[in-house]
């Protein structure tokens, strides 16, 4: 590829990287496969990146990542069913702090279980829409269903959310 091709390619692709290990994560549940899988998409976007003609960088990424996650997943024998996140400090003086992000942590890691239980066809539309913040048109072109599909995966996919989080929390979405 030319010089011209990789300064664009850094300039379109690039700048989405976040948003494709958000969804690898969620999709492998494991952050080490989701860095593998990440690295492996761009590369393959990076190759592919002459048929690319200026639609959006964004959704033909993470089009790229998802299908690759299905194709990782396909082809390995173990499951691993968590995915560690780290959201909190190492160290914190403040002991009110502490408690306040012990609360905000535990908080956290419901709703990321309550998400990683979600079927994989409504545990993707979830965190494209509510963590990409993607709109259902970008949505529908990386998952390869209508608009309609998109809506309803969600809407599902919120009631479940929902329903796990239990009545003391605020409905999804």
Not at 61 to 85: E, H, M, P, Q
Request: glycine share 6%.
């Amino acid at each position: 590829m030319a010089e011209q091709g990789t300064t664009r390619f850094e300039q379109v692709v690039l700048p989405h990287l976040d948003d494709a290990y958000t969804l690898a994560c969620y999709l492998l549940r494991d952050q080490h496969d989701a860095q593998d899988a990440v690295q492996e998409a761009v590369l393959r976007a990076l190759r592919y990146f002459d048929g690319f003609r200026g639609e959006d960088a964004r959704a033909w990424l993470l089009t790229i990542v998802r299908n690759y996650c299905y194709t990782w997943k396909k082809g390995r024998a173990t499951d691993r069913s968590t995915v560690a996140f780290s959201d909190t400090a190492d160290h914190v003086a403040d002991v009110r702090a502490t408690d306040d992000l012990v609360i905000q942590s535990t908080e956290s890691e419901r709703v990321k279980a309550a998400v990683d239980a979600l079927p994989d066809e409504l545990r993707e539309v979830i965190v494209l829409r509510e963590l990409n913040e993607m709109s259902y048109r970008e949505i529908s072109e990386v998952v390869g269903v209508p608009i309609g599909t998109v809506m309803s995966r969600l809407s599902r996919g919120r009631n479940r959310l929902a329903e796990a989080l239990g009545a003391d929390s605020r409905r999804a979405g």
